[in-house]
């Protein structure tokens, strides 16, 4: 997560550096509470994708 020193947060993608992107939209300008339980739920899918053997695919969804 970064934080914009405004009150507004972004969910950073790891592997790419930008935004982490949901269903195509960008996930920046969000408060807090939504970008960490965002974070949390996309680190569990890529948990869930790594356990299967399934390769990075660039960003989710």
Known sequence: ???HSNGLW???DRF???????QGVPQTGL???DADDLTDFLNLLDERRRAKG????GGLM
């Open 10 to 12: 972004s969910v950073i």
């Open 16 to 22: 790419t550096g930008g935004p982490a992107r949901w």
């Open 31 to 33: 408060d807090y509470f």
């Open 1 to 3: 997560m970064h934080d």
């Open 54 to 57: 399934k390769p990075e695919s």
